[in-house]
């Protein structure tokens, strides 16, 4: 194996941190991405680079409340990836947490891994919440858990979840938006990757589903739209949901505005680099860049 | 072997519909296409570019594109629309089902990267449902042609058919093994190669793997192995299977898809009825797929040659 593929043992806790220190968490988190992606030689790129920014503070600067030595804690918030697809940003972000060993992400879809191209929960894989792949589905399931947290168990975890703007055409998506406002989850934190990207082109010319946050508000939700890559606007819109998740009946919608490929000169802003992996010489490039 | 087939080259069946539409849309000036984000990965991008007018982006909406197309099939229009065959088939299950098959609506569904072969994806994307799911529907034309060419072909006649139908194809390059002259009419099942020891009928990809199978056990065994491609899962044609059945008195069916409910079902539905002969399947046993490379996944999943020819000898010692 190339030596630049290799994987280092940091690991992260979750505290306050800096924002330095959750610029170079967020680096190291690009450059596990490459580095899976290049290995796996097949497998989604630019997505995942584009939430590094923002998935390195929920999990890294003590948002949301976990323990990866017991990843079912039943007092855990959880996560649900609904966008499956962006999986190799989580994996990376789970392996520096400590659920599991970080040299596992060299296996990501082989044959055998736990590491699946979509996140199955057959591998069991800790840190994992549902499996996802097919999109639209995963947002239901965290208004789901979201319901039975608060309505049923009666107690104060959170979910948040995460969806890709091209998702929002899947219109399940919206009737998972209705539920949550209608069963005022106020305990669910929907998150939003709005970078103007998906297969076939730009989200405006395959199917228009602004304004975003508009449509949101109109679903009864409190929103807030930030810069996906700057860190005090992350911390901004997290402590928007703290505060609401106790002062608002509404659920809270995240709309990040990020690039995909954030980080790799290439790779930014580039629809086409949704679903493909770097080439050997792409990622060695692409990680000179990430230092 | 048949005459009309040759063994030329690998080449995608996708390519096969994505041309196979093209050709259509010149040839009927109501031919639409709907695209559901992935038009590149089906090739209705072949057909986007030629006649853009006739386009419609749908973005991620398999549920809404499905309906959209039966709004069009209902006022005069062909629509074809693709996405992968695990979005296809069961995101729009429903719409399927009412819209579009108890309408008897002429709308045709393209379901690509089916199967296992989908590869490092994994069991999400891979499709191994469809065909117990379609051919529970009235009203619809199922056809899983086996290489390129016959997906071509088969593009065509479904766009030359009135009804709805689905078209089930993959991902990776498949062997390249029917001509031009190779006959494909809908409905009606292919002796591709002659033999009365055991029949094995085939669908899609599977086609090629059981030809090599027979090779193997006429020379290993000088068995003579009938050779079927089975292309049309419904409406399936019983004729030729009860006549495999009479005459070579065992059978084995081989699919890339769940021996629940599959091509497998179908034939021994079937079977049973016009002449019980024992039987084995083939298939993906009640099972998810996972994350690999496309052969290592035939192989882990027994979906070989060498799988199809242990259960022929196994068949014909049950005769
Ligand atoms: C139901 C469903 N339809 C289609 C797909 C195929 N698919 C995977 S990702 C994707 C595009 C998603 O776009 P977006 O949510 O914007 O994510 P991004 O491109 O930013 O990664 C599509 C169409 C799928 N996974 N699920």
């Known amino acids: 194996m190339n030596e630049f593929l290799q994987f280092d043992n940091i690991t992260f806790e979750n505290k306050k941190h800096s924002i330095s220190e959750l610029k170079s968490i967020s680096l190291e988190i690009r450059r596990d991405i490459i580095k899976m992606l290049a290995l796996a030689k097949s497998g989604h790129s630019g997505g995942?680079?584009?939430?590094?920014?923002?998935?390195?503070?929920?999990?890294?600067?003590?948002?949301?409340?976990?323990?990866?030595?017991?990843?079912?804690?039943?007092?855990?918030?959880?996560?649900v990836l609904s966008a499956g697809h962006l999986v190799p940003v989580l994996y990376s972000i789970l392996a520096r947490a400590g659920y599991f060993p970080i040299q596992e992400l060299s296996t990501l879809r082989k044959y055998?891994?736990?590491?699946?191209?979509?996140?199955?929960?057959?591998?069991?894989?800790?840190?994992?919440?549902?499996?996802?792949?097919?999109?639209?589905?995963?947002?239901?399931?965290?208004?789901?858990?979201?319901?039975?947290?608060?309505l049923i168990s009666k107690n104060s975890r959170k979910v948040f979840s995460l969806t890709g703007d091209g998702e929002l055409q899947e219109g399940t998506v919206w009737e998972a938006a209705m539920c949550?406002?209608?069963?005022?989850?106020?305990?669910?934190?929907w998150?939003?990757?709005?970078?103007?990207?998906?297969?076939?082109?730009?989200?405006?010319?395959?199917?228009?589903?602004?304004?975003?946050?508009?449509?949101?508000?109109?679903?009864?939700?409190?929103?807030?739209?930030?810069?996906?890559?700057?860190?005090?606007?992350?911390?901004?819109?997290?402590?928007?949901?703290?505060?609401?998740?106790?002062?608002?009946?509404?659920?809270?919608?995240?709309?990040?505005?990020?690039?995909?490929?954030?980080?790799?000169?290439?790779?930014?802003?580039?629809?086409?680099?949704?679903?493909?992996?770097?080439?050997?010489?792409?990622?060695?490039?692409?990680?000179k860049e990430l230092i | 072997m048949k005459e009309y087939l040759k063994l030329q080259d690998k080449k995608t069946t996708r390519e096969g519909f994505g041309e196979g539409l093209a050709e259509l849309g010149e040839k009927y000036s109501n031919v639409v296409v709907l695209g559901g984000d992935i038009t590149g990965s089906v090739m209705t991008s072949i057909f986007r570019d030629k006649f853009p007018d006739r386009f419609f982006s749908i973005g991620i909406a398999e549920q809404n594109a499905t309906t959209i197309a039966v709004g069009m099939a209902l006022s005069g229009k062909i629509p074809f629309f693709s996405s992968y065959s695990a979005f296809a088939a069961?995101?729009?299950?429903?719409?399927?089902?009412?819209?579009?098959?108890?309408?008897?609506?002429?709308?045709?569904?393209?379901?690509?990267?089916?199967?296992?072969?989908?590869?490092?994806?994994?069991?999400?994307?891979?499709?191994?449902?469809?065909?117990?799911?379609?051919?529970?529907?009235?009203?619809?034309?199922?056809?899983?042609?086996?290489d390129y060419n016959e997906t071509k072909k088969a593009t065509i006649a479904v766009g030359e058919m009135i009804g709805p139908a689905y078209i089930r194809f993959g991902r990776p390059k498949v062997a390249l093994f029917t001509t031009e002259d190779t006959p494909f009419?809908?409905?009606?099942?292919?002796?591709?190669?002659?033999?009365?020891?055991?029949?094995?009928?085939a669908c899609g990809s599977m086609v090629w793997v059981a030809l090599e199978a027979a090779k193997h056990l006429y020379n290993d065994h000088n068995i003579n192995a009938r050779v079927i491609n089975n292309h049309t899962i419904k409406p399936i044609d019983s004729l030729t299977i009860e006549t495999a059945a009479r005459e070579c008195k065992c059978i084995v069916t081989a699919e890339e898809h769940q021996i629940n409910g599959g091509l497998g079902s179908a034939v021994a539905e079937v079977v049973v009825k016009s002449y019980p002969v024992p039987m084995?399947?083939?298939?993906?046993?009640?099972?998810?797929?996972?994350?690999?490379?496309?052969?290592?996944?035939?192989?882990?999943?027994?979906?070989?040659?060498?799988?199809?020819?242990?259960?022929?000898?196994?068949?014909?010692?049950?005769?």
């Open chain 2, 185 to 201: 009419e809908i409905g009606k099942a292919e002796i591709f190669r002659d033999g009365d020891d055991v029949a094995i009928i």
């Open chain 2, 90 to 146: 069961f995101r729009n299950a429903d719409q399927l089902r009412v819209s579009v098959c108890y309408n008897n609506a002429n709308v045709k569904i393209g379901g690509g990267h089916s199967g296992l072969t989908v590869g490092p994806d994994g069991a999400t994307h891979q499709s191994l449902e469809e065909i117990a799911l379609l051919r529970a529907l009235p009203n619809m034309t199922l056809i899983v042609p086996c």
């Open chain 1, 180 to 189: 949550a406002s209608n069963y005022k989850l106020n305990n669910l934190c």
């Open chain 1, 48 to 79: 995942p680079l584009g939430l590094a920014d923002f998935m390195a503070a929920l999990f890294f600067d003590n948002y949301m409340k976990y323990d990866s030595s017991n990843p079912n804690l039943p007092s855990r918030d959880r996560f």
């Open chain 1, 112 to 150: 055998g891994s736990r590491l699946q191209g979509h996140p199955g929960l057959d591998t069991e894989l800790p840190g994992i919440e549902t499996s996802s792949g097919s999109l639209g589905q995963g947002i239901s399931i965290a208004v789901g858990m979201a319901m039975s947290d608060k």
């Open chain 2, 280 to 319: 084995e399947f083939i298939g993906v046993n009640d099972t998810f797929g996972t994350s690999g490379e496309p052969e290592e996944l035939l192989e882990k999943f027994d979906l070989t040659w060498q799988n199809i020819y242990n259960n022929c000898l196994k068949v014909i010692k049950r005769k």
């Open chain 1, 191 to 287: 998150i939003i990757d709005n970078n103007d990207c998906q297969i076939d082109g730009r989200v405006k010319d395959v199917m228009s589903i602004y304004p975003i946050d508009e449509k949101f508000k109109a679903f009864g939700f409190n929103t807030i739209e930030i810069d996906g890559h700057n860190f005090e606007e992350i911390r901004t819109a997290l402590n928007f949901f703290e505060e609401n998740s106790k002062s608002s009946s509404k659920p809270t919608a995240i709309i990040l505005k990020t690039f995909m490929g954030m980080g790799v000169s290439f790779m930014k802003d580039k629809y086409q680099w949704h679903g493909n992996p770097p080439s050997i010489e792409q990622a060695e490039q692409a990680l």
